[in-house]
């Protein structure tokens, strides 16, 4: 599988660089986007994906009306970094992960500006290109914390900016690159130490969970139990070492917004 799904990685990448101005559409919600590259990077993969696995079931971001099911199902985002891509800000990647029972076995991510391939598999350790990957082992005051701001949803936008400021005194400090799928990787390969989004959605999140959790880090829901796959969730990843330092930071955080 990894072999097959690298060479369709690599040629979905060079198709979403062919677009010199993409066209950009609203999806409706604030600052929430797709381009004309998204919509192709995604259907090609999905038409190659399902020649060469006929079995397989779908859930992608720009695709409508997907239920997830115990069967294998490729999640996939076409583009994760929407709106750095349509800005030319060089920091979005292609991902691909698959779940089987409804829990991650594979996941594949691509950094076309960089050339890193991302790469786990359940059991079989977290790669980038031929590097093994593991998370970073911390402490929270060193800590870097990679942030989504969660800007489709206008309701997260006072609980976001609390995390922020209860955070910024006590780790090293906050990054926000605009792709959640960068934030993972470099949670996997311990470039930073954790990242956390009130609402990431499974595309988002599927491939890169696997490779964190691969690395030996921790991925959960902020307020409590396990990373689903059918739905959207508060999703925290971060080094075993701070994760459930981390969490209960937001979980304080969250519980002072209740009313
Ligand atoms: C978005 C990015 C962003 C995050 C959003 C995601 P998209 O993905 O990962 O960092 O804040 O929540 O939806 O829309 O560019 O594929
Ligand atoms: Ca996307």
């Known amino acids: 599988m990894e ?7 690599r040629r979905a990448a060079r198709l979403m660089l062919e677009f010199a101005d ?3 559409y609203s999806k409706g919600r604030h600052a929430d986007f797709v381009t004309e590259a998204d919509v192709a990077v995604q259907d090609y993969l999905i038409g190659e994906l399902s020649r060469a696995f006929p079995q397989a079931r779908f859930l992608a971001e720009e695709g409508e009306g997907q239920q997830l099911t115990d069967t294998f199902t490729f999640i996939i985002d076409p583009i994760d970094g929407t709106t750095n891509y349509f800005r030319r800000r060089r920091c979005s990647m292609i991902s691909i992960g698959a779940v089987e029972g409804k829990e991650p076995v594979f996941g594949m991510i691509y950094d076309p500006y960089r050339d890193e391939l991302y790469h786990a598999e359940r059991g079989k350790g977290a790669w980038c290109n031929a590097e093994r990957l593991h998370v970073a082992d911390m402490p929270l005051e060193k800590a870097l914390i990679g942030l989504g701001s969660g800007p489709y949803y206008e309701d997260l936008f006072d609980l976001t900016s609390r995390s922020f400021a209860a955070l910024l005194p006590k780790a090293a400090d906050i990054r926000r690159t605009g792709s959640a799928c960068m934030d993972l990787c470099d949670v996997a390969a311990g470039r930073s130490d954790g990242h956390f989004e009130w609402q990431l959605q499974p595309w988002d999140y599927c491939a890169a969970t696997l490779l964190v959790e691969e690395a030996g880090g921790r991925c959960g829901n902020i ?10 969730i508060p999703h925290l990843a971060a080094s075993a070492r701070i994760y459930d330092e981390l969490q209960a930071i937001l979980q304080q955080v969250w519980r002072a917004g209740q009313p």
């Open 3 to 9: 072999k097959v799904i690298t060479g369709m990685i």
């Open 22 to 24: 993409p066209a950009v």
């Open 223 to 232: 307020l409590g139990g396990l990373v689903t796959y059918d739905r959207g």
